[in-house]
């Protein structure tokens, strides 16, 4: 096989992709086909999968009133404005009724199965994210799919043990995107065993994140001392937290 690696020209453009990589929420009012979304998928479908099960679906939204429907369970963000809406499940369904199909003894209604479908769906979610960005498109990740799973799931129709765990919206960008930060490679990256960081190292960590230019007014902002405290008091306080946690767990069934 071709070392696409090798390439300079090769390396310099997907270089050049992650270097400037951003999320897109306003998207241009142009549809996109049907033929590219299917290649994407099939190509992202390459990705690795826990024992080559493939424990994931992905069902693809583009009615406008199904769209609608589904921007409520997003709290309306801008970016459920996009032509496109695929909504990554976890599912052990599908795998689970072939096993039955052949008489074998399908155990998988568990949290094991359950983290295992999880990370097959996210590793999904990050190839269709590199695919379509590749292709011209732009997308934002809506983590918001996780507060209202079961009212995404009662919507989209999903079977018991199939669990929507990210959405992307997906078209081709109206607007360049915000660039972001990023904690320096030191932060979360260790050498052998986990490095135990003291408090000063820990707060110079995350200088990066609180002297980020755009960062800097949220304090003042949100009437706080500082960036963790928006973080963690306002943007995802504990009972927030703690109310999806429970509405997650009550309705996921092992």
């Given amino acids: ?136 498109l732009g997308t934002c990740y809506l983590g918001t799919v996780i507060y209202n799973a079961p009212e995404t799931a009662r919507l989209l129709k999903l079977p018991r043990m199939v669990m929507p765990v990210a959405c992307l919206s997906v078209g081709y960008p109206a607007e360049e995107g915000v660039e972001t930060e990023r904690l320096p490679l030191r932060a979360w990256v260790h050498d052998e065993e986990y490095r135990a960081d003291s408090d000063e190292e820990i707060l110079d960590l995350y200088k990066t994140k609180e002297e980020y230019p755009a960062n800097l007014g949220y304090p003042a902002e949100n009437g706080k001392a500082n960036l963790a405290q928006v973080f963690a008091e306002v943007r995802y306080p504990r009972a927030m937290n703690e109310e999806f946690s429970r509405k997650l767990l009550e309705w996921l069934d092992f």
């Avoid at 609608?68 to 032509?83: I, R, S």
Wanted: overall charge neutral; glycine content about 4%.
């Fill in 1 to 136: 096989m071709e070392n696409l690696c090798a390439d300079s020209g090769f390396k310099s453009t997907t270089d050049g992709y992650f270097a400037t990589r951003r999320s897109i929420r306003k998207y241009a009012d142009k549809e996109v086909d049907t033929s590219l979304i299917e290649e994407i998928l099939s190509l992202a479908a390459k990705a690795p999968t826990c024992g080559n099960m493939q424990l994931y679906s992905v069902v693809v939204t583009r009615d406008s009133q199904r769209k609608k429907e589904l921007a409520a369970l997003h709290f309306n963000q801008p970016a459920t404005g996009a032509p496109v809406l695929l909504t990554i499940c976890a599912d052990f369904a599908r795998f689970t009724r072939w096993c039955r199909l052949r008489d074998a003894d399908a155990a998988y209604d568990n949290f094991l199965s359950f983290t295992s479908a999880f990370a097959d769906a996210m590793i999904l979610a990050q190839q269709i994210t590199t695919l379509a960005e590749l292709r011209g």
